[in-house]
């Protein structure tokens, strides 16, 4: 009896323990089915819309500085990977020879602003001129009346016999020499008003050389100013060439300011993937150096062409053996959060971009149903 209870009891047991085992993988089978409803859901709400590739590295508008002069470099005031804000200091060039130039053209326009008002005083001068030549005139024509009633008084008395010969001669000369002296004063005055017009004319062309002595300034000092390189917005410096020395041209770039603000990714999805793609969509991006940090963006713009469209020698497939292949367009993505991150973005680092293709009024009606 003892050995029969002792089966059954293991018998028992091993009925017991193979009913645990088929409730355990029951609900182990209930749950993965209950998984898999639930991804098939996301799946046919959310992430059949879901377009992404891991082709795709962010970029930067970086921006090439260079010397607008041929100079040598006389100091740098940044390094490599320092952060600079906009119209900070980057180098100075030796502009020795420019200060030089601005002190000459100072010169040149002192002498223009001089020669101008020299040239209103003589202006000045000719009018006083032509009114002492019209004072003169109105004496001389004061002489001339004068000298005409004496001669008519001379001539009454010598008519009647009352007058000398000699009286009248000289009332004569006298009448004479007032009428020279009238149309000297009005030659004096004609030829001062003739001398005005130059005088007035000799203006304008001062004024001229005034303006080209100031435009001769303003260029001298707008070169003098291109020997300092400031930044020309805020950014990172990165490859940076240039040493104290170093001639610097207009050919050479000397530095790369990198504006880490703008940073941008650009996506090559296959052709397949463009069906629904619009721009404005949003897009969560994940990089490979930063996996704890999801970034946020939207679709910026599509190519308006394929990759190999613009190579040196773009695919041609009207001759030979053909062979399909798959297309790529590339997509800018535009950044925009998180903003605490923005400044980890580094022009070539990889991402995977993921496009919500979603049309809006399709969103709605899925989320109210």
Not at 301 to 317: I, R
Request: aromatic share 4%; net charge negative.
């Amino acid at each position: 009896m003892t050995a029969d209870n002792e089966q059954a009891a293991t018998t028992q047991a091993a009925s017991k323990g193979r009913g645990r085992r088929r409730i355990i993988a029951g609900l182990v089978g209930l749950v993965a089915l209950v998984a898999l409803i639930w991804w098939a859901l996301g799946w046919w709400q959310v992430g059949r819309f879901i377009e992404e590739t891991d082709n795709a590295y962010v970029r930067t508008d970086s921006v090439a500085v260079r010397a607008e002069l041929s100079a040598r470099v006389s100091e740098v005031l940044v390094d490599d990977n320092q952060h600079v804000e906009k119209g900070q200091l980057l180098a100075r060039l030796d502009g020795e020879s420019y200060r030089d130039r601005v002190q000459q053209a100072e010169a040149q326009q002192a002498v223009a602003v001089a020669s101008l008002a020299q040239a209103h005083r003589r202006v000045a001068l000719q009018r006083a001129s032509i009114d002492q030549a019209r004072a003169q005139g109105d004496a001389a024509q004061a002489d001339v009346d004068q000298a005409r009633q004496h001669l008519e008084r001379s001539s009454s008395l010598a008519a009647n016999q009352y007058g000398s010969r000699q009286r009248l001669e000289d009332d004569q000369a006298a009448l004479r020499v007032a009428e020279a002296r009238l149309a000297e004063s009005r030659a004096a005055r004609v030829s001062a008003t003739r001398q005005l017009a130059v005088a007035e004319s000799e203006i304008g062309q001062a004024e001229a050389q005034r303006d080209a002595a100031a435009a001769d300034l303003a260029y001298a000092r707008h070169q003098l100013d291109k020997t300092r390189l400031e930044a020309p917005r805020d950014g990172v410096v990165g490859n940076l060439t240039v040493e104290a020395g170093t001639l610097a041209q207009p050919s050479l770039t000397l530095l790369q300011l990198v504006p880490l603000d703008s940073a941008y990714v650009i996506a090559n999805f296959k052709e397949t993937q463009l069906e629904r793609m619009r721009v404005g969509q949003p897009v969560e991006l994940h990089l490979d150096a930063y996996p704890d940090v999801t970034y946020h963006g939207e679709v910026d713009s599509l190519a308006p062409a394929t990759g190999t469209e613009f190579s040196l020698l773009p695919q041609d497939n009207a001759t030979g053996n053909f062979n399909k292949i798959v297309q790529r367009i590339p997509v800018k993505i535009r950044v925009s959060g998180p903003s605490e991150a923005m400044g980890r973005l580094r022009a070539g680092l990889s991402a995977v971009p993921e496009v919500d293709t979603r049309e809006p009024d399709a969103d709605d009606g899925e989320a109210g149903s």
